[in-house]
């Protein structure tokens, strides 16, 4: 509310100029259309890739798929800033591939560099949430259409995916929202081939001095727009249907032994998780021991860059900043989802609802949009967070509103799966609310309860375009220190503090999908 009203007012007048001014120049609608088609095709590749890997993940007799959908959780969450920086090592330049080619035939600042880095991630995204759908369809119809004489190929793309087309839409239209928002790649990999979409664009004009905070939110308004446009879409192209895979009857969920080629679709995802994760990761750690950025050979390595960022008191200030910011907003984030959760689903609060959609409304706000409304909230009219400008609270403040939307599905579809009965014996039994509800529900809940926690700590901890708008010399975290050392041309140091961030992040991603093994419950 405070974002676009202020963006409306000028000398304390209202006026129109800001976005006047955004949507007369033909550089606006350029942004707009390159957004908009960079996002179609990272989606449409990442989900062709997703829902393959999805499929013979869960119905299918694929070797490894359980090491294989744990190396895809990890894919997921690693922390995007130092996988970006590996793909500058193997495909700038003077990368690897480069150097082995001798030839520059690669360049990762392009178009074709946004797209490939881009879809590897989309690809696990649409491949872990269609999972569990994937894992419910009765196999009875995929056998009924084997006995009408319809091949497998056939029975896939005419039975499997239509029935399955709530999940599968969901996916992509989500991963459409978190692509249309998607930042980190378009900054790193964009702007040195001067690529510009809304976001960097976006973030551009809110970092110029003097700021041009109207401009930023007359731009901000066409993501929020096209975010508002997907969820109608997913409305209406799903209303009225009926996609029932689990009856009374009980269902099947036998595995399609795929014969000859179970091991060309092993390959299949070897290949796939050789590029988006070993790769990148094996040279992330290379080059941190490297002596100058991308010379390769064997004679240029270095214990230089770790001793001297183990001996940098920023950085050690800026894991701990990290790890407190992780913890806060992990456990504001887990309690407030819990709060609404429990008052939207155990009570008749009326206002419960109303919560529960509230806890959602961040999620339609892409990030960069997000910070320009808490920009707007502090240095504009209101000021309410002025007093938290540059500090550790202030991130934590607009990281735990981040993370909202991920605690309240976690905990939702926890708080669903646990029978009110239980809680109504035990005060049968004598004890009184608070008793039921400490004894008997927190018990069965805290597994999820702590998978959201660990799920929200991941996301606080890798995000750059919330952080950026927020921090100062005093709350540097690891993925500022990350920006700064790439930006202030010491990129060997940003590698390094890349392989701690990432190093903090499997550590907790470890712990997380341990409690999956209880609770089945982890996802985005």
Known sequence: VVLFASSFLADGALTLSAY?????????????????????????????????????????????????????????????????????????????????????????????????V????????????????????????????????????????????????????????????????????????????????????????????????????????????????IFVAQFLALRGKRFTTISGKGHSARPIALGRWRWAALAVCAGYLFLALLLPFTVLVMGSFMKAWGVWNTSSYTLDHWLGALDDPRLLRAMGNTVVVGVAVGLAGTFTAAITAYLAIRTRFRGGPFLEFLSWVPRTAPGVVLAIAFVWSYV???????????????????????????????????????????????????????????????????????????????????????VVFFYSAQSRVLSTILWEGWTGRAPERALVTGIMMMGMALLALGCALLLRRRTGIIGV
């Open 118 to 229: 881009s879809s590897l991630g989309v690809a696990a995204f649409i491949c872990l949430t269609t999972l569990p759908a994937f894992r419910a369809i009765d196999v009875t119809l995929e056998d009924a259409a084997h006995l009408c004489g319809a091949g497998r190929w056939h029975v896939l793309r005419d039975v499997t995916v239509p029935v399955l087309l709530p999940a599968i839409l969901g996916s992509v239209l989500f991963a459409l929202v978190f692509v249309l928002e998607s930042f980190e790649t378009e900054l790193i990999l964009g702007t040195p081939g001067r690529i510009y979409v809304l976001s960097t664009r976006i973030f551009t004009l809110s970092q110029e001095y003097p700021q041009y905070l109207p401009g930023a939110t007359a731009l901000s308004s066409v993501l929020l727009l096209a975010v508002a446009l």
């Open 20 to 116: 006047q001014k955004a949507f007369s120049s033909p550089e606006t609608f350029q942004l707009i259309w390159t957004t908009l088609w960079l996002a179609l095709v990272r989606v449409g590749l990442g989900e062709a890739l997703g829902i393959l890997l999805a499929w013979l993940i869960a119905r299918t007799d694929l070797p490894g798929r359980g090491a294989i959908e744990v190396l895809i959780w990890i894919e997921l969450f690693a922390p995007p800033l130092p996988m970006l920086l590996a793909w500058v090592l193997i495909a700038g330049k003077g990368g690897l591939v480069n150097a082995l080619l001798q030839q520059p035939l690669l360049d990762v600042y392009s178009y074709g560099g946004i797209v490939w």
């Open 380 to 466: 504009g009219g209101a000021g309410l967070f002025k007093p938290l400008a540059g500090t550790v609270g202030m991130l934590i403040v607009v990281l735990a509103v981040a993370g909202l939307p991920l605690a309240t599905r976690v905990v939702n579809g926890a708080m669903h799966q646990v029978d009110a009965e239980l809680e109504e014996a035990a005060r049968v039994a004598g004890s009184n609310w608070l008793s039921a509800f400490c004894k008997v529900l927190i018990p069965l809940m805290a597994p999820a309860l702590l998978t959201c926690f660990v799920l929200v700590f991941l996301l606080a901890i890798r995000n750059l375009v919330l």
